[in-house]
């Protein structure tokens, strides 16, 4: 690193770090700290993209496209197809009138329900900073020679200072800027990148495997991968617990709409840059044996020191905000979760403050256990699989929970505990079963097992069909079998889900409606009594249309240019 770098990157890191502290003062009480309403279009729409995009995402995509090919933009393009549901969850999401999504787990069931996914979630938030902090660790260790230990340390501090003090605002804050330096991290290197290759004409010459530019290859990221991390992904982005701040801090549900749908679309046209500097790499470096983690990271040295001095310390400033503004977010969910839905229940009537103290300090912990994650995981690729899996679990209770009446309790828990033992047991099979059953006929034909290295695993997709199937399986016998919810309950909780959030519409305590809202009558699409889909409104339809407009014009353009 030369001067120029040095100082860029202080310069960043002080400046982000005054502006987190500096936006503390907006926080008087837990709800500024875990769920503030004041933030219009574009606060939402940078605080759903820095939330959302960080630097391991970058390295694994372009990491899997080093290995695989074009192929390897699924690995987060994977929520593609669910973007256009985000027009439509978001406001529903808002008129929850949430704190945490653990709030809405005790308002349609019930508070033991509600701490199943505290648990659950904090155990995804911490595993998710884990991922963002060994990736962008792998980055900095190639491009600069720190030691990615050192590098996590230095991110962990900073991002803590600020986020512990001024909670979800500062990350908000914050998020505008970092969002921005985000786009940057994203683009800076390609243009470099490809002209040193010959652009993509100079690719299509160098590398000689045609299935290198193929978006759906032979092999492991296949039509069926791509339709099956979609599915999961759409089950599983509702009980992301950050999902709730993404769609609910801001003032409106248009505020929600349009940041969470429009913030996400803004990161998958980063995907392609990130996926494009991947299949430059496999022509630059010829090939050779590189740790595919570190391939980002060996790029930026390269190319960025020769073009201008102090881009390569722009770079890492970048870098070091996409992963600060989602693990701050991150940290605050999981404090809210902490909070809200075990600690309260428990010590009811303390004071206010008392109980943002105890956020600050969960806050720490969950952050800790984010960093063990980091030293703990093999490398990125790996982290991120687990993250998809284990980021599921509870998707199917909520969703069986808003669209079918009868689903329990017991059924709740009886759909996660069911969807978790099946991970399990499909994640850990002995390596003797796993090669008895490749060996089978069905075996083969379905690719039901699959070597990845040298490890026999049973096939990432199938094991998605398996754990969500029985889940869904477990959930609604299980609720057959048990003693439905008080309809006095069920009432409050799609009154909810039916009316629409009032402009200046006061915060009152989690899930609850206003003195005296009007709440529109009940109009399904589907007639059984049991099913609660709701007609969609005009501007659900229409936005639902646009956002599906828009991924197809995206995977048009991203085909044009790699073909």
């Not at 109009?523 to 969609?536: A, C, G, I, K, T």
């Amino acid at each position: 690193m030369q001067t120029a770098d040095i100082v860029c990157l202080v310069l960043y890191l002080v400046v982000i770090t005054g502006v987190g502290v500096w936006a503390a003062r907006l926080v008087r009480n837990t709800g500024d700290f875990f769920m503030p309403r004041r933030f219009g279009k574009i606060m939402m729409l940078t605080h759903a993209f820095g939330t959302g995009t960080h630097s391991d995402q970058a390295v694994s995509v372009a990491a899997k496209t080093f290995s695989n090919g074009l192929s390897g933009i699924w690995y987060q393009w994977l929520w593609l197809f669910a973007t256009p549901f985000y027009w439509v969850i978001a406001p529903l999401m808002r008129r929850f009138r949430a704190i945490t999504t653990g709030d809405v787990f005790a308002a349609r069931y019930d508070r033991s329900v509600a701490g199943l996914f505290a648990v659950m979630g904090m155990a995804v938030l911490s595993l998710n900073i884990g991922v963002m902090l060994l990736g962008s660790g792998a980055v900095i260790e190639a491009g600069t020679g720190i030691p990615a230990a050192l590098a996590i340390t230095i991110m962990t501090v900073l991002f803590v200072a600020y986020g512990v003090a001024g909670g979800l605002s500062a990350a908000i804050v914050t998020d505008f800027i970092q969002g921005i330096l985000t786009v940057v991290f994203s683009f800076l290197l390609l243009p470099f990148v490809l002209q040193a290759v010959g652009g993509m004409e100079g690719l299509h010459r160098t590398i000689t495997d045609r299935e290198m530019f193929s978006l759906v290859a032979p092999g492991e990221i296949g039509a069926f991968y791509i339709v099956m991390i979609a599915v999961n992904g759409l089950v599983g982005i509702v009980v992301q617990p950050h999902t709730m701040g993404n769609c609910a801090a801001g003032r409106t549900e248009m505020d929600g709409r349009v940041g969470f749908t429009c913030g996400n679309f803004v990161k998958r046209i980063c995907t392609m840059a990130w996926c494009l500097t991947g299949l430059a790499a496999v022509a630059y470096l010829g090939g050779g044996k590189v740790n595919p983690d570190q391939v980002y990271g060996i790029m930026a040295k390269d190319f960025l020191p020769q073009v201008l001095p102090g881009l390569l310390g722009v770079f890492l400033a970048a870098l070091l905000a996409s992963v600060m503004s989602s693990c701050d977010s991150f940290m605050i969910a999981s404090a809210g979760l902490f909070t809200e839905n075990l600690y309260k229940p428990l010590a009811p009537g303390r004071p206010d403050r008392h109980y943002l103290r105890v956020g600050r300090l969960v806050s720490l912990a969950v952050v800790a256990g984010g960093v063990g994650a980091a030293f703990a995981l093999p490398d990125v690729r790996e982290g991120l699989r687990w993250f998809w899996r284990i980021s599921a679990m509870m998707g199917v209770a909520f969703w069986l929970g808003l669209f079918w009446r009868r689903t329990t309790v017991a059924g709740a828990w009886a759909a996660t505990l069911t969807a978790v033992a099946v991970l399990l047991v499909t994640a850990f099979l002995p390596q003797d079963v796993l090669a008895r059953l490749q060996d089978t006929a069905l075996g083969e034909r379905l690719w039901l097992v699959h070597e990845r290295g040298k490890v026999l695993e049973i096939y990432l997709p199938w094991q998605m069909v398996f754990y969500l199937s029985a889940g869904v399986l477990a959930g609604i016998v299980v609720s057959l079998l048990t003693r439905p919810v008080a309809e006095a309950q069920l009432e409050t909780f799609y009154a909810l889900a039916r009316t629409p959030v009032a402009p200046g519409e006061p915060a009152l305590q989690p899930c609850t409606l206003p003195a005296g809202a009007a709440v529109p009558p009940r109009r399904r699409l589907l007639p059984w009594r049991s099913l609660e889909v709701p007609v969609p409104t005009l501007t659900s339809v229409i936005g639902f249309a646009a956002a599906w407009l828009a991924v197809g014009a995206m995977i048009w353009v991203f085909y044009v240019i790699t073909q």
